[in-house]
Nanobody
């Protein structure tokens, strides 16, 4: 059974920081590309950050570049999202995603989400 469990969300003031974690089980974590998405009320789901399976490459949405950092620990089956200089527009439910594809099938798993609220 595949599980992705996010944690670390909460209420933070503008300019503050949070670190999200996503612990994976039931998959060979080191073979998956890991991503963080977010969904704010009334908005489309947005890809925030991606990290390749070995962690060698990362990519970010323009809206978070320079403020957020994605990382992973393949020994701990965990991916992180360090969020600094948070803004009210970062308020959303943040979701962890694990994905990989071979020539036969695509594997695509989601966590349950963790709420991040940036407000004074």
């Amino acid at each position: 059974q595949v599980q992705l469990v996010e944690s670390g969300g909460g209420l933070v003031q503008p300019g503050g920081s949070l670190r999200l974690s996503c612990a994976a089980s039931g998959i060979t974590f080191s073979t998956y590309t890991m991503s963080w998405y977010r969904k704010a009320p009334g908005k489309e789901r947005e890809l925030v950050a991606v990290i390749t399976s070995a962690g060698g490459n990362t990519n970010y949405a323009d809206s978070v570049k320079g403020r957020f950092t994605i990382s992973r620990d393949n020994a701990e089956n965990t991916v992180y999202l360090q969020m600094n200089s948070l803004k009210p527009e970062d308020t959303a439910v943040y979701y962890c995603n694990a994905k990989k594809r071979n020539y036969v099938k695509e594997y695509d798993y989601w966590g349950q989400g963790t709420q991040v609220t940036v407000s004074s």
